[in-house]
């Protein structure tokens, strides 16, 4: 993301989110999160992803298939929501922000690291034929792709720009929501829950 963008210091609800996801403990599920988007026809779609990054401060990194629906409803509409659930911590993190446009050169080396450091297994998806068409018996679903094999054209970054954090902990009585938004430099309200 753009540096003049990046505000230095770790907003207030960071440290709190890697807390809550400490407490999931080696659970894969401490990385699940849904990711809400608006349709070309205005209703909503939502769907789960894993999160694969911090980028910055406030740049939240996930990654998808290209060929699949949700780049198309970016395009025309690029805010977006997440939903985190940490079941163990009783927490549930908002996250509202905005998919950016990297620069081609940077989008190509964040595309490759982001590809190295996933697992042969895990590229696999990227493999496989296009998402959401009907499924064809005699169609290659590969179990891996190796080292070897080039970046498929459709693995996409998105990269989130975060604008405001909103956390509900079902902690205690009555129970403890906060909101903390960039325009207002992070300061955090409390509100009702
Ligand atoms: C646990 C879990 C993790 C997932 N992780 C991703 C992911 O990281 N990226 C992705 O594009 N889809 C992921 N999916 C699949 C999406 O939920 C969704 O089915 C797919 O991306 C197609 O969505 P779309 O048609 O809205 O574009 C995951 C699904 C599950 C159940």
Same mark, same amino acid.
């Given at each position: 993301?753009?540096?003049?963008?990046?505000?230095?210091?770790?907003?207030?609800?960071?440290?709190?989110?890697?807390?809550?996801?400490?407490?999931?403990?080696?659970?894969?599920?401490?990385?699940?999160?849904?990711?809400?988007?608006?349709?070309?026809?205005?209703?909503?779609?939502?769907?789960?992803?894993?999160?694969?990054?911090?980028?910055?401060?406030?740049?939240?990194?996930?990654?998808?298939?290209?060929?699949?629906?949700?780049?198309?409803?970016?395009?025309?509409?690029?805010?977006? *929501? @997440?939903?985190?659930?940490? &079941?163990?911590?009783?927490?549930?993190?908002? +996250? #509202?922000? $905005?998919?950016? %446009?990297? !620069?081609?050169?940077?989008?190509?080396?964040?595309?490759?690291?982001?590809?190295?450091?996933?697992?042969?297994?895990?590229?696999?998806?990227?493999?496989?034929?296009?998402?959401?068409?009907?499924?064809?018996?005699?169609?290659?679903?590969?179990? *891996? @792709?190796?080292?070897?094999? &080039?970046?498929?054209?459709?693995?996409?970054? +998105? #990269?989130? $720009?975060?604008? %405001?954090? !909103?956390?509900?902990?079902?902690?205690?009585?009555?129970?403890?929501?906060?909101?903390?938004?960039?325009?207002?430099?992070?300061?955090?309200?409390?509100?009702?829950?």
């Amino acid at each position: 993301m753009g540096a003049d963008h990046m505000p230095e210091f770790l907003p207030p609800w960071r440290p709190l989110l890697r807390g809550a996801r400490e407490r999931e403990g080696r659970s894969p599920a401490a990385r699940w999160l849904q990711l809400a988007t608006v349709a070309s026809d205005g209703t909503p779609r939502v769907r789960t992803l894993v999160f694969r990054g911090w980028a910055g401060p406030t740049g939240l990194d996930l990654l998808t298939d290209g060929r699949s629906t949700k780049p198309t409803e970016l395009a025309h509409q690029p805010t977006v *929501e @997440l939903c985190w659930l940490l &079941p163990k911590a009783r927490s549930q993190f908002r +996250l #509202r922000g $905005a998919v950016i %446009q990297l !620069e081609t050169e940077e989008l190509q080396r964040e595309r490759e690291q982001h590809w190295q450091r996933l697992t042969p297994g895990g590229r696999a998806l990227w493999g496989w034929p296009e998402p959401g068409q009907p499924f064809e018996a005699s169609a290659d679903f590969p179990e *891996e @792709l190796g080292d070897n094999v &080039p970046i498929p054209p459709h693995f996409q970054l +998105l #990269r989130i $720009a975060i604008e %405001q954090a !909103e956390l509900l902990e079902l902690t205690g009585h009555p129970h403890h929501r906060r909101r903390w938004q960039a325009g207002d430099g992070w300061r955090e309200q409390r509100l009702n829950p």
